[in-house]
Nanobody
Framework: QVPLVESGGGSVQAGASLKLSCVVS????????MAWFRQAPGKEREGVAT???????????VYADSVKGRFSITHDNVKNTLYLQMISLKPEDTGMYYC???????????????WGQGTQVSVSS
């Protein structure tokens, strides 16, 4: 089991910013695809952002249309940590946010092998 531990969630008002972190232990994530997903109450889980970690700079990130221009996925290879910077948050961004590692296929937001427990983000209007 590869622990992925998310943090940084919280309750904020619309327009605020949050930065989520995902610490990966058990393996170096350089060379793997990493992603952030979210799940709102009563809705299916959806991909938010993904990137293939490839050295310091990483590959080209992919974002869901709903978060383009507002969310940014980054990583720190020394700390083995994935981040999701979120600005201009909207009530529809509310949900449990999960970190995922090791894409097994099915596209950028396809099947992932490892998952964290999630961190809750709540945005009020």
């Amino acid at each position: 089991q590869v622990p992925l531990v998310e943090s940084g969630g919280g309750s904020v008002q619309a327009g605020a910013s949050l930065k989520l972190s995902c610490v990966v232990s058990g393996f170096r994530f350089d060379g793997y695809s990493m992603a952030w997903f979210r799940q709102a109450p009563g809705k299916e889980r959806e991909g938010v952002a993904t990137i293939r970690i490839n050295g310091i700079n990483g590959g080209q990130p992919v974002y869901a249309d709903s978060v383009k221009g507002r969310f940014s996925i980054t990583h720190d290879n020394v700390k083995n940590t994935l981040y999701l910077q979120m600005i201009s948050l909207k009530p529809e961004d509310t949900g449990m946010y999960y970190c995922a590692a090791h894409n097994l296929g099915g596209g950028p937001f396809g099947q992932y092998n490892y998952w964290g427990q999630g961190t809750q983000v709540s945005v009020s209007s």
